[in-house]
């Protein structure tokens, strides 16, 4: 047949299926009027003419039937006419139809979005570099097992030693105030080695890049690279920024090139503005050159594997090589490398930022299952409301084949429905930016779907529907028509509805679960807040104060400093003012390992294994009057005073778990603590003149204070210090009124915007109140989903019961008792399921407990509430149909039947 | 009359035989099958109407509504061009097919 032809009467098949309908009736009539005319011809009469006509064409829809087979196309429009059917059945139950479509995309729209969302962000791999599949990340195993960074020597040593990796590069990066003609600015500053940019494999946008050359000592023209995105900000992408100089924390530095566009660093979760040689990094320490100690690790590190080179084998020569070093440096003693496939993450960051998304990803599979099993059963509901149907169907002579052909094609149709609209959501979840935000925190995610998550989605629902759908068919093929015709509606089906019971008993349990953890998280958050820290951040301002721009000498940096209290104090509106390195909650503070006097390791057992000893203390240096500004109560001893200056004794205040951790059961007061010196002189010990109460310094989820020891900021020199103000009326200060005292000292010293501590403290539970929140609106939606599915069984029930609440009501019942046993057989399942959820919750609870700090092992009243909202959502959903049942007219319910 | 059963494809060989001198509707393609192979065999509808159909889809017969001898609307079917030809390049096989049986039968 000519192709042409042949779509014409596909054509015909298919569209004018009418006229085509019309014209076969037509042609096989006319048929038989002339055969019927040639029998009276032959002397019949016109009526025996007409039977015997139609005796010989031997049925006329046969023939029909038989014509139409031959029609090309007929396939096509069996399937059309198939599709049109079960959108006609779907479209008679709209509350189902509508439920199961909505159910199963919430479900699988969640479920995209949050593998978008990972995928585009905690799991993509770095973006802008050349062949990241190569890339692999290197970290230093130490003694106790924890993974950690790499010292520069190792790095070194490893870098020349290894031929399975074609190149290693070393970095780190932090946040650092940055000067430019646009004026002050803080920016994310890559230190990097030499090798960064040759082995991510980047190539400048303008200029050019880092070189190993350019990894020289500081004082000799530094160079920095910057990112596109600082290029387009602070130079307006203009080609003259190349040669020009930046001051990077008081240094001037060239800007040599401009990183290509979107390229963020070999930190995923931390794009990068600045690049900088890593010997840039000294000023930053105050503790000498970061680079020389073998003991000390400070860098992240990212290799490629040379051609032909596995993961496998890196890790098996990277272990050989370092446990040479091992065997050469007691600072490597025990200590071993791993090497990860893929950049972008540390362990550290594994581990610690995916929590929320680990938990979120929790309640949103949870949600997916409770959708799928309320999908399940509403299927189950309308199988037994079409039970008759089928029957019908299947005694007028239809096959059970062609039977589950048509429910396969309505489930694929709720499916593909589902799958639609799921995507719709989850396009409309990623694509609103703060959204996403609210999980993770990265401003260039990548978060276009991806078409395999969308297709396994959909596969999903397709499961899932097809299941639903197909049920009844099982059911009738089991069952012989007569029987369940005869049987008629208020035969009840036990063996259903039991696994329909258990199906919402499973929904009522599961959302018990997520409201109770939802609970439980918002609990224990509002606790934290509630909770005394410790110290009292109310009507107190903070602002970080960096004098280094200013290029004072040690001398001249505390008396900026003094004079900068000294100012401040002077304020009619100032209480007290104070200094402080680490403003709490400060979780970037820095921890070392402290002993009492005489107990103390040598240098050489504390190299590289500071972090090996029990006792590790977080050191604040301050000036007098912090406890004041803070509320902090002074349990022992004294408080420092302006005589503890650079050239008293060295002193130090310790907290209370600090002092009982240090002397059990002794008063600390006079002894002496060492704190030890990694590198150049040897720290004297110093003496313990106070103890104060603790303070949650590092983060309110914490679940005990951690240890802190107070150190005058006149003796250990700190990198900064941040100004902490305290005013008679409890409204913040300014900034121009900081900046103002600052300038008026050292004009080119910076100051950072002032922020109430208070904004700060709460800032730190963000976590804790984004996981309550999200969990508590997937638990809602599965309490809402748990409710559609009791009462559709619920509902059902009485439907069956139909008769048998008549016969009651006619017999006398009042309304009132048919209600309640309606309502007593939802709240029988209710209680089931709020049994098993109370176990599950046991489990749940342990798994967030190990997420997120702070919340309870079983939080009593979490599971409380949250039974009591399933009450009355178990209530409402029975309620309607007890309602039904209580009205029920006993001679029209008899007379259905 | 004797019944003889339908060759496969000889149906189709027999009705574009039966158009070829004019066209005819679906009763009168029946009784000129039988009259050409002298009552050997007679169409029934539920061949003949499906063979009819497949063929107009072909593109072998054309088919238009006509007034019939008791001037009721009938559709009629027509050999078009292509079915002409089909009709000869059939008829050509069929009698290579047929000298073949015969050869091969009555060969001792």
New interface residues.
Partial sequence: ??PI??VR?IWRTVAHRRRAEL??D???H??I???A??HQRAGAGPEAARRAALLA??GIE??KD??R????GESISNAVRAVRHALRSLARSPVYTSTAILTLAIGIGGATAMITIFKGTLLRPLPAVRAPAQLVSVEVVASSGALGEMSYPDFRDIRGETHTLSGLTAYNGTPMQVHDAAGDTRAMVNYVSGEFFSVLGVRAAAGRLLAPSDVVPRTIAPVVVISYRFWQQRFGGAVSAVGSTLDVYGYPLTIIGVAPKGFIGAMNLYPMDLWIPLTMLQPVSNEGDPTARRGDGWFRAVGRLAPGHTVAEAQRELSLIMSRLAATYPEDRGRGIRVFAGAGLASYDRSDVARLPRLVSAAVAMVLLIACANVANLGLVRAAARRRELATRLALGASRRSLAGRLAIEGAILALGAAMLGVALARLAVWRAPFVHTIVAMPDADLSLDWRVVMAAALLALGVAMLVSLAPVSHAMRVSPGAVLKDGAAGAVRRRSRAQRLLVAGQVAASLVLLGAATAVFDAMQRMLTADPGFDGHGVTYAWIDPHTARLDSAGQLAFYRQVLADVRRDANVTEAALTSTPPPQEWSTRASVFRAGEEPSREQLAGHDFDFPIRSYIDNVSPALFAVLHIPLLRGREFTSADDEHAAHVVIVSRRLGEALWPGVNPIGKLLVWPNLSGAPRPPLLVVGEVADTKHASLADAEPPFVMYVPYTQERPTNLSLLVRTRDGAPVSAAWIRRIVAGIAPSARVEEPRPLGSVIAMTLEPQRLASLWIGAFGSLALVLAAVGLYGVVAQGVLQRRRELAVRTALGARPRAIAWLVIGEGLALGAGGAGAGLAASVLAMRLVRAELEGVGAFDARAIAVAAALLTAMVLLACWIPARRAARLDPMVALRVD | MPQTPLLQGTLDLLILKALSLEPLHGLAVSRRVEQITRGAYSVRPGSLFPALHRLEQHGWLAASWGASEHNRRAKYYRLTPAGRRQLAAETDEWKRVAGAMRAALESA
């Fill in positions: 047949m000519r032809s042949m009467h014209d076969l037509e042609e096989l006319a048929y009027e002339l055969l005319a040639e064409t031997g046969r023939v038989e014509t087979d031959a029609w090309v």
